[in-house]
C-alpha cells in the first residue's frame, strides 16, 4: 500500500499488495514479502519484529523455532492458537551473510516506518480486541519509543489500537537464554503474560 492510497479491501487484498513492496530496500535480500496470517476477524493479534530465516523462505510468518515456541506458549496458557491473527512490524527479513548463514540483523526506524501502513491496515481490517507486541521492537513502534518491556511486560496500555494493548517479550529471546533453568523461567514468565492478556479478553 503506498501512502495516500485507499485501505485494500481485504487482507487477500493487502497480502497480494505487499508482495511487490518496494517502499524501503528491503525487498532486494529477502526472499519474499511475509504478510501477517490468521482468521480475519481474530480477537488476538500478535506483533513481532520480522521474519526470520525460516520465515523468510516458507513466506509464512512464525513457522520457525521461535513460533514453535509460541505455539507451545499459547498452548500453556490456555489460548486457542485460531483466534490469532500473528503478523510483524517489518514484512521482509533483514539479515547479514555470516559464513553460510543469514544471522538477523534489527530493521532500523525508516524500515520500521516505511512498513508501518501494512500494520496499520491489518490493524484496521482484523479490529483485533487485544494486541500482544512480541518483543521491544515491535513495542516500541505500537507504544513509543521510551516504552521499556523490561518495565512493563505483562501490563495493559492505553492505546487507540485496540481496547487491549499489552507488551511481553519476544519468543525468539527464551530460545536464546543461556541455560536451560534461565529458559524454563522466561517460559513461565512468557506463559503468564500471555494468560494476564487472555483473561482481560474473557472479563468483557
Ligand atoms: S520491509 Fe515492508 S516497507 Fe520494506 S519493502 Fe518490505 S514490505 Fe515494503
Sequence with gaps: ??????LPRSLTDARHQAQSCTRCPLYKHATQTVFGEGASHAPIMMVGEQPGDREDIEGHPFVGPAGKLLDRALEEAGIDRRLVY???????????????????????????????????????????????????????????????????????????????????????????APDEEARHREMKQFTNDLRTAARALSSK
Aim: hydrophobic share 45%; glycine share 6%; with cysteine.
Design 1 to 6: 500500500m503506498q501512502t495516500g492510497t485507499a
Design 86 to 176: 500473528v503478523t510483524n512490524v517489518v514484512k521482509h527479513f533483514k539479515w547479514e551473510p555470516r559464513g553460510k548463514r543469514r544471522i538477523h540483523k534489527k530493521p532500523n526506524a525508516a524500515e520500521i516506518g516505511a512498513c508501518r501502513p501494512w500494520l496499520d491496515t491489518e490493524v484496521a481490517l482484523v479490529k483485533p480486541r487485544l494486541i500482544i507486541c512480541l518483543g521491544a521492537t515491535a513495542a516500541q513502534a505500537l507504544l513509543g519509543r521510551q516504552f521499556r518491556v523490561t518495565a512493563h511486560r505483562g501490563e495493559f496500555v492505553p492505546s487507540p489500537l485496540a481496547p487491549f494493548v499489552l507488551a511481553t517479550v519476544h519468543p525468539s529471546s527464551i530460545l536464546r
